[in-house]
């Protein structure tokens, strides 16, 4: 987390550590070297299973953008220990978050796991290649128009507290047939049982 907390914590966010009572808790997390952090195993298995993520561009009038992304488990991939990379579906085509790219290559992703109240926050900076369909998802019945990659500056695992549980719809689904199997085993045995078999 030390870089992290170098490129997140600047002066004003400092300021507030103070004056709120958490500096002390952050401070050591500024010393580390002014290198990026590398993705370990804990954050390559995590990224492995997300099957989507938050994305954060800045415009070139300064305003904040958010997108999400989305595509098939493991579509967001670990191509070395300080970088990632994703097949850029077409979406939507406003091309807010590939314009933003264009004058500022900095970028934050969020990658949520609701179901385990999880959050990895990632800061890096981007590069786009246009008609690269080499991180393409076989199978994925998507339009690949480029691929993204981006260079790790540093990430952050986040508390569980106000992580909304949820859970997907498979998830809830393939629990539901489970239950569904199991009542209906027990009511063949109670309908057994009442005829006195």
């Not at 170098?6 to 401070?27: C, D, I, M, P």
Request: glycine fraction near 10%; aromatic fraction near 10%.
């Amino acid at each position: 987390m030390s870089r992290f907390a170098q490129l997140a914590f600047t002066e004003g966010v400092q300021a507030h550590q103070k004056a709120h009572g958490s500096h002390r808790a952050y401070r050591r997390a500024l010393e580390g070297p002014a290198e990026g952090d590398r993705l370990g195993p804990g954050e390559r298995a995590f990224i492995a299973e997300r099957d989507s993520f938050y994305i954060a561009t800045v415009s070139e009038s300064g305003w904040p953008y958010i997108q999400h992304r989305g595509g098939p488990p493991g579509f967001l991939r670990v191509l070395d220990d300080r970088t990632l990379g994703f097949a850029d579906f077409r979406g939507n085509r406003q091309y807010i978050t590939r314009g933003n790219l264009d004058h500022d290559d900095r970028v934050s992703l969020f990658l949520m796991d609701y179901a385990n109240q999880v959050r990895l926050k990632v800061l890096g900076r981007a590069r786009v290649i246009e008609g690269d369909l080499s991180l393409a998802e076989a199978g994925y019945p998507a339009r690949v128009e480029r691929a993204v990659s981006i260079r790790v500056e540093g990430f952050d695992w986040n508390c569980p507290q106000h992580i909304p549980q949820l859970f997907s719809r498979d998830a809830v689904g393939h629990a539901l047939g489970h239950l569904r199997d199991r009542v209906a085993e027990l009511e063949r045995e109670n309908a057994r049982l009442r005829a006195g078999e």
